[in-house]
């Protein structure tokens, strides 16, 4: 499947050079096109969500549209999931293709085609409440943060903390969570801040109630060191 027009996708190493889908995930339908399995994130907005009908929407939706559209050969066929599971699917051949806002590293090019054209989603966005004096990662010590053991994010803040070892963030696990549940346990003070996008961040805020949107901040970020 032709995937240089798009961003934050992945095919997996079954696929070959030039990006067709691998046979082992791969089908044809009745019309003799190859179905394509695409694992898709249900609550990535604004790239990739369920809106409030529980279609999917969003940017990275709208490119794959039009993809199909452009290659009469394949269709594509949609299987929303959570971060994690689209991983263990893509890795066992049960998707042929995974749009999820991966973050390009040198283990994951190893295993996975990403496409020519890669968009980042940096700055990235300490999400914390007004009062709580936090303004940056160094504040953090003593401190609870959410993040999935699965993404680049984790692994960003790990090696944060192995270069500032003063600081110890009490990360805890989680697997399928949204943004905008990340944001709400910041708010209740189940944790302490929330580490995401920008855009992701400025997304969800739009959907939040008033009240609770005036209790957040963000601080923009353009490396590891400065977070």
């Not at 694992?39 to 009908?53: K, M, N």
């Not at 929303?80 to 749009?99: H, K, Q, Y």
Request: charged share 20%.
């Amino acid at each position: 499947v032709a995937v240089t027009m798009a961003a934050c996708m992945i095919t997996g190493c079954g696929a070959s050079a030039n990006g067709n889908a691998s046979e082992s995930g791969s089908s044809k339908n009745s019309s003799g096109a190859k179905t394509v399995t695409v694992g898709v994130s249900q609550t990535l907005a604004p790239y990739i969500y369920l809106d409030d009908d529980g279609n999917l929407t969003g940017y990275d939706y709208d490119i794959l549209q039009e993809l199909d559209k452009r290659l009469d050969n394949y269709d594509f066929e949609y299987s929303p999931a959570d971060f994690s599971t689209n991983l263990v699917s893509i890795e066992s051949g049960a998707i042929d293709m995974m749009v999820n806002n991966l973050v390009q590293s040198e283990e994951r090019k190893e295993k996975y085609l990403f496409p020519e054209h890669y968009s980042c989603l940096a700055p990235m966005c300490l999400a914390v409440k007004d009062d709580s004096n936090i303004a940056s990662l160094k504040d953090m010590d003593g401190k609870k943060m959410n993040q999935n053991p699965a993404t680049y994010e984790y692994s960003l803040v790990q090696d944060w903390m192995k270069d500032n070892s003063g600081t110890n963030i009490d990360i805890v696990a989680v697997s399928d969570l949204t943004t905008a549940d990340n944001l709400k346990q910041v708010s209740n003070g189940t944790v302490d801040a929330a580490l995401v996008y920008q855009s992701t961040f400025d997304s969800t805020m739009e959907k939040m109630p008033t009240s609770t949107s005036a209790t957040w901040q963000y601080i923009r970020t353009t490396s590891k060191a400065n977070i």
